[in-house]
């Protein structure tokens, strides 16, 4: 089964006289959606817009594993574990907020920044807080993330290529950029799919190519 969400179909958050456009896949702060709180273990996928100058001041988490693709731009990165670190396009950055951190999200640079950031919740609560930056991550290296029971696929796609959706409990499908065609539905930049029990499922790029993240989900 698989449910189509539009990119306008977004929550729309932020605070655009500081710079910070926010769009809302799930059900997120102020906007609460009790038919639409998670999928599987993803609790969140918020595409988010600095700009020069703009972010967000530091602020808590816990219990959640928060991983962060960088669209364009640089993010700028401070937790309270001691992390500082500059993230750039291609780059998977993975906070795991454990049983609690305090961290900085800014765009220092001179250009806008967009990112997407996905929040997952764990296994097992509690521990220690835990920060890594693959950088530059390719095709065919999936980040895994054992501590939510997930995988993070990357798909760059030239124009006509094909992937396939990994066969598993859930998959949950974002386009980047681009325009894909899957399961009969044609998806274009920010829109999603959600699938359950996919099998046999592939990514068909359209126009002039696509780039899109996959999760695979164990439940």
């Known amino acids: 089964m698989m449910s189509v969400h539009r990119a306008q179909s977004r929550y729309e958050g932020g605070d655009r006289a500081a710079g910070i456009e926010s769009r809302h896949a799930f059900s997120f702060g102020s906007f609460y959606d009790p038919d639409n709180l998670r999928f599987g273990a993803i609790l969140a996928c918020n595409e988010e817009r600095l700009a020069p100058g703009a972010g967000f001041d530091e602020h808590p988490h816990s219990h959640t594993e928060i991983v962060t693709w960088v669209v ?56 220690e807080p835990a920060y890594t930056v693959v950088p530059g991550i390719a095709d065919s290296t999936p980040y895994a993330l054992p501590a939510a029971g997930a995988m993070l696929h990357v798909r760059r796609l030239a124009a006509g290529e094909r992937a396939a959706v990994p066969d598993a409990v859930r998959a949950y499908v974002h386009v ?34 696509a780039q899109v993240l996959v999760w695979e989900l164990a439940g």
């Open 72 to 127: 364009e731009g640089e993010l700028t990165h401070r937790d309270s574990a001691g992390h500082t670190r500059v993230v750039r396009a291609g780059d998977v950055q993975h906070l795991s907020a454990a049983a609690g951190v305090r961290h900085v999200e800014r765009n220092d640079g001179e250009a806008p920044l967009t990112f997407l950031q996905m929040w997952l919740a764990p296994l097992e609560a509690g521990g």
């Open 176 to 209: 980047v950029s681009g325009e894909v065609a899957l399961g009969g539905d044609r998806l274009a930049a920010g829109d999603s799919a959600r699938i359950t029990d996919a099998e046999g499922m592939e990514l068909r790029a359209a126009g002039a190519g």
